[in-house]
């Protein structure tokens, strides 16, 4: 079984729509993320959530809405895809609290055309 | 000042040699560091965790922390082509709900 499970893997949309992006964890983690990684491989993070509540927003445009209905799932959704969303996307879990280890997802490979 | 600070490399070793990696972070308060590789297309895997200072072996890794310079590096002995990756230095927040990551190291062993 994947621990963290992630789709789509690839996507490949034009300017302007709306996407979104699942992610799942079978961990029984409490705390879930969104990453972007750039071009340049450089993985940022977007969000943290803890126990369905959001904890972290690191000024990601309000395009971007996360939403978490239970602990085990956070979505990711996308509005008026811009060139510059073109990245991997990583959803991510962990116990919560400082110490513990972050477990990635596979990664959505996100295209804007 | 970025966050966590990485030379991006690349790092170009022989096989069999040892590798250091190095990172610096900017937040003393700051506790738990970790190492990940990630290979090319693929996520990000967990080496090593260190929370104190001094040194953390396993197997032919071993990370270094030293808190008072805010550094952390890593070691990888008798270094293998498999080892090729890049490498990313995480930290965590005092908080703990956000580990940031530095940009990562490309090691390139060359056979």
């Known amino acids: 079984d994947t621990a963290v499970s992630q789709t789509p893997k690839y996507l490949v949309t034009q300017m302007g729509n709306d996407k979104s992006i699942k992610c799942e964890q079978n961990?029984?983690?409490?705390?879930m993320y969104w990453y972007k990684q750039d071009s340049k491989k450089f993985l940022k993070i977007m969000f943290s959530?803890?126990?369905?509540?959001?904890?972290i927003n690191e000024t990601v445009p309000n395009r971007f809405s996360p939403k978490s209905p239970d602990k085990a799932h956070l979505n990711l959704h996308i509005n008026s895809l811009e060139l510059g969303d073109s990245a991997v996307y990583f959803c991510?879990?962990?116990?919560?609290?400082?110490?513990?280890?972050?477990?990635f997802g596979e990664g959505s490979w996100l295209t804007v055309v | 000042q970025k966050e966590v600070e990485q030379n991006s490399g690349p790092l170009s070793v022989p096989e069999g040699a040892i590798a250091s990696l190095n990172c610096t972070y900017s937040d003393r308060g700051s506790q738990s560091f970790f190492w990940y590789r990630q290979y090319s297309g693929k996520s990000p895997e967990l080496i090593m965790s260190i929370y104190s200072n001094g040194d953390k072996e396993d197997g032919r890794f071993t990370a270094q922390l030293n808190k008072a310079s805010q550094y952390v590096s890593l070691l990888i002995r008798d270094s293998q082509p498999s080892d090729s990756a890049t490498y990313l230095c995480?930290?965590?927040?005092?908080?703990?709900?956000?580990?940031?990551f530095g940009a990562g190291t490309r090691l390139f062993v060359k056979a």
């Open positions: 991510a879990s962990s116990r919560p609290g400082p110490g513990n280890t972050i477990y």
């Open positions: 961990l029984g983690h409490d705390t």
């Open positions: 995480a930290v965590n927040s005092p908080g703990g709900f956000k580990t940031i």
């Open positions: 959530y803890n126990n369905k509540e959001l904890i």
